[in-house]
C-alpha cells in the first residue's frame, strides 16, 4: 500500500485541504477521501479530486479525477 495526498475538490480547486491516505492505487486513495465511485476521464468541469504521492512536494504527478456519471 501507498500514501497519498488527496484534495476533494467537490467545492472547487484549493477550497479543501490536502488528506494523507493510504490506497493500493491514486483512484482508489481518491475513492477513500470522496466516499463516492470515481473514474479517471471527465470533462475539465468535471473535476472531484486531485492525489498526488506522499512526498512529491513539487506535485509533478497529479492525477484527476471526476465523478462517475
Do not use: H
Request: aromatic residues 6%; glycine residues 10%.
Amino acid at each position: 500500500m501507498s500514501a497519498f495526498q488527496v484534495q476533494d475538490c467537490k467545492s472547487g480547486p484549493g477550497k479543501t485541504p490536502w488528506v494523507k491516505v493510504n490506497g493500493q492505487s491514486a483512484q482508489e486513495a481518491a475513492e477513500r477521501v470522496c466516499g463516492v465511485k470515481l473514474c479517471d476521464r471527465g470533462k475539465p468541469g468535471e473535476l472531484r479530486a486531485r492525489v498526488v504521492r506522499d512526498g512529491d512536494l513539487a506535485r509533478k504527478e497529479i492525477a484527476f479525477y471526476a465523478d462517475v456519471m
